[in-house]
């Protein structure tokens, strides 16, 4: 459709020189109006129209034309708020999760709804993705791949995936507890965590009620795969902490091993997570894998930030003790960029900081080398691997599918200069 917008501009009296890059042009086509650019790019002609036109996979390749057209006719597109474009749905959501923990035992229930309840359940970063993944592949489904459970009407289909956002994130929160207890935490969101306020037994059992809930939902979904993709994120996510607990030297200086283990304890989650909704949505494997890569990055790209915030953020901008990675001998992409600038730090990680001034002193070789700025460039990189999975998604005449790609895209940005 954005070609054949493109052209009606060609042929139109109202057409327009523009010399510029085929993104931005293909941009302009897409949500139906110009770019605006340089005014030394632009030039006004009373000519005729001429062209030049190719077109490939990835859209236009150049496009020029001369045109008769006031330059005030451009205008930029506006930012999108990813979070207001699905807050409805994240409201209804939260009702539903609060309702889904409710047990028998009062101790229990109380335990287990403890990071749902109103005023501590975050930002709901996870089911926002979600969801905004759902709209943006409103896209054609190939009559191949059409069977019997893809006639259900569309409501049928966002219910199934609204399912998908709040099993999601009932896992996380369950992973949540699970690791203040493993880390000895003391604070999450901005308050004491459930451990440290009703003992780590109880901490426990309430991540075992919400993983057995999740799994109840997720069985009533009646899909095999996407069962199958969310076991295997319950599994990646012990295997992601036990990678963690159980290293030796040699791989706790890896940056494979980091990333490997990295991609079990937060990617997964997410990417896999991404699959399960077009799947759902009964797009081909293609398609189901262009949304798991956004998943895998941009989860990648957020524990990269994650990790950064670590040693810059404080306790009460994360909502949770600053420096608790290395103060538990934890070995993140900071420090493992500042090593291959600064050998000594290997003594430090090999005894796991436990040293009275082994903290200190590996903050002062961070803070001599790029490990900061080493990792946010790996992050952005991940971030530009997500944003083209967005980009190579099938063209659609749903305005809507626009608008919440430019919303997905929009939240790569959002995890790069986040600041908690």
């Given at each position: 459709?954005?070609?054949?917008?493109?052209?009606?501009?060609?042929?139109?009296?109202?057409?327009?020189?523009?010399?510029?890059?085929?993104?931005?042009?293909?941009?302009?086509?897409?949500?139906?109006?110009?770019?605006?650019?340089?005014?030394?790019?632009?030039?006004?002609?009373?000519?005729?129209?001429?062209?030049?036109?190719?077109?490939?996979?990835?859209?236009?390749?150049?496009?020029?034309?001369?045109?008769?057209?006031?330059?005030?006719?451009?205008?930029?597109?506006?930012?999108?708020?990813?979070?207001?474009?699905?807050?409805?749905?994240?409201?209804?959501?939260?009702?539903?999760?609060?309702?889904?923990?409710?047990?028998?035992?009062?101790?229990?229930?109380?335990?287990?709804?403890?990071?749902?309840?109103?005023?501590?359940?975050?930002?709901?970063?996870?089911?926002?993705?979600?969801?905004?993944?759902?709209?943006?592949?409103?896209?054609?489904?190939?009559?191949?791949?059409?069977?019997?459970?893809?006639?259900?009407?569309?409501?049928?289909?966002?219910?199934?995936?609204?399912?998908?956002?709040?099993?999601?994130?009932?896992?996380?929160?369950?992973?949540?507890?699970?690791?203040?207890?493993?880390?000895?935490?003391?604070?999450?969101?901005?308050?004491?965590?459930?451990?440290?306020?009703?003992?780590?037994k109880l901490a426990v059992l309430a991540g075992d009620f919400l993983l057995s809930r999740a799994c109840?939902?997720?069985?009533?979904?009646?899909?095999?795969?996407?069962?199958?993709?969310?076991?295997?994120?319950?599994?990646?996510?012990?295997?992601?902490?036990?990678?963690?607990?159980?290293?030796?030297?040699?791989?706790?200086?890896?940056?494979?091993?980091?990333?490997?283990?990295?991609?079990?304890?937060?990617?997964?989650?997410?990417?896999?997570?991404?699959?399960?909704?077009?799947?759902?949505?009964?797009?081909?494997?293609?398609?189901?894998?262009?949304?798991?890569?956004?998943?895998?990055?941009?989860?990648?790209?957020?524990?990269?930030?994650?990790?950064?915030?670590?040693?810059?953020?404080?306790?009460?901008?994360?909502?949770?003790?600053?420096?608790?990675?290395?103060?538990?001998?934890?070995?993140?992409?900071?420090?493992?960029?500042?090593?291959?600038?600064?050998?000594?730090?290997?003594?430090?990680?090999?005894?796991?900081?436990?040293?009275?001034?082994?903290?200190?002193?590996?903050?002062?070789?961070?803070?001599?080398?790029?490990?900061?700025?080493?990792?946010?460039e790996l992050a952005q990189e991940h971030v530009n691997l997500a944003v083209n999975a967005i980009e190579?998604?099938?063209?659609?005449?749903?305005?809507?599918?626009?608008?919440?790609?430019?919303?997905?895209?929009?939240?790569?940005?959002?995890?790069?200069?986040?600041?908690?």
């Amino acid at each position: 459709m954005y070609l054949r917008w493109a052209l009606r501009c060609l042929r139109s009296r109202r057409s327009f020189f523009y010399v510029g890059s085929a993104e931005n042009l293909f941009l302009a086509a897409r949500y139906g109006t110009l770019i605006r650019s340089n005014p030394s790019l632009l030039c006004l002609e009373v000519s005729g129209c001429r062209e030049s036109l190719r077109c490939g996979s990835h859209g236009l390749h150049d496009l020029r034309c001369r045109v008769n057209e006031d330059e005030n006719s451009g205008a930029e597109q506006e930012t999108v708020d990813p979070f207001s474009l699905v807050a409805d749905e994240l409201s209804t959501l939260a009702d539903r999760l609060r309702s889904m923990v409710v047990a028998e035992v009062p101790k229990l229930a109380s335990a287990a709804e403890y990071f749902f309840k109103m005023g501590v359940e975050g930002k709901r970063f996870r089911p926002t993705v979600l969801l905004l993944m759902a709209s943006a592949l409103d896209v054609p489904i190939p009559k191949t791949v059409i069977d019997g459970d893809l006639h259900m009407l569309p409501k049928e289909v966002r219910g199934r995936q609204q399912s998908i956002a709040e099993i999601t994130e009932m896992i996380h929160v369950a992973s949540l507890l699970h690791d203040d207890v493993l880390d000895d935490a003391e604070t999450r969101r901005g308050i004491s965590s459930l451990n440290f306020v009703m003992g780590n037994k109880l901490a426990v059992l309430a991540g075992d009620f919400l993983l057995s809930r999740a799994c109840v939902a997720l069985a009533s979904l009646k899909n095999t795969e996407v069962v199958s993709l969310l076991a295997t994120v319950v599994e990646h996510l012990v295997t992601g902490e036990t990678m963690q607990m159980t290293t030796n030297s040699e791989k706790r200086c890896s940056m494979e091993y980091y990333l490997q283990k990295t991609y079990y304890k937060t990617a997964s989650l997410i990417s896999n997570s991404c699959k399960a909704i077009a799947i759902l949505a009964g797009q081909t494997a293609e398609v189901s894998m262009l949304a798991y890569d956004y998943g895998r990055n941009l989860g990648l790209a957020f524990q990269l930030i994650d990790d950064v915030l670590d040693f810059t953020g404080t306790s009460a901008s994360l909502g949770k003790g600053s420096l608790s990675d290395i103060r538990h001998g934890i070995v993140t992409a900071p420090i493992l960029f500042a090593m291959e600038e600064f050998p000594q730090l290997r003594e430090l990680i090999d005894r796991s900081f436990s040293e009275p001034e082994d903290v200190e002193t590996a903050l002062i070789y961070l803070g001599r080398s790029q490990g900061i700025q080493k990792t946010k460039e790996l992050a952005q990189e991940h971030v530009n691997l997500a944003v083209n999975a967005i980009e190579a998604l099938p063209e659609t005449i749903s305005e809507n599918a626009h608008i919440s790609r430019r919303a997905l895209v929009d939240l790569t940005k959002r995890v790069i200069t986040r600041t908690k």
